[in-house]
């Protein structure tokens, strides 16, 4: 793959940040439907890796676990969700830069 697979998946998980329902349901799609099947080597320009990495990471969610995903998700209280958000639409905008 190549970063413009990188910057599509950002894209779409954004898209999906702002689509109707719960931030619960918004942070779970954006993860499990896009940011999660982003290879760091391959798929993120130099200047982001370490960071979508440590924001992986600091999810404690494993690739092999995606279906998980949505449990963890909503394990969280609203605050922790929407920081999640937050982190997401920051890592977009270096991913866009680059």
Same mark, same amino acid.
């Given at each position: 793959?190549?970063?413009r697979?990188?910057?599509?998946?950002?894209?779409? +998980? #954004?898209?999906?940040?702002?689509?109707?329902?719960? %931030?619960h349901?918004? !942070? =779970?799609?954006?993860?499990?439907?896009?940011?999660?099947?982003?290879?760091?080597?391959?798929?993120?320009?130099?200047? *982001?890796? &370490?960071?979508? *990495?440590s924001?992986?990471?600091?999810?404690? %969610?494993?690739?092999?676990? =995606?279906g998980?995903?949505?449990? !963890?998700?909503?394990?969280?209280? &609203?605050?922790?969700a929407?920081? %999640? +958000?937050q982190?997401i639409?920051? #890592?977009y905008?270096k !991913?866009?830069?680059?």
């Open positions: 793959m190549s970063d697979y990188g910057k599509e998946k950002f894209h779409l +998980a #954004l898209i999906d940040l702002v689509a109707p329902g719960d %931030i349901s918004r !942070v =779970s799609s954006a993860l499990s439907q896009h940011l999660l099947h982003i290879t760091v080597d391959t798929d993120l320009p130099d200047s *982001v890796k &370490e960071d979508y *990495v924001f992986k990471d600091s999810l404690h %969610i494993e690739k092999e676990q =995606s998980h995903v949505t449990d !963890v998700i909503n394990n969280m209280n &609203e605050v922790e929407e920081k %999640i +958000a982190q639409v920051v #890592l905008e !991913v866009i830069i680059g």
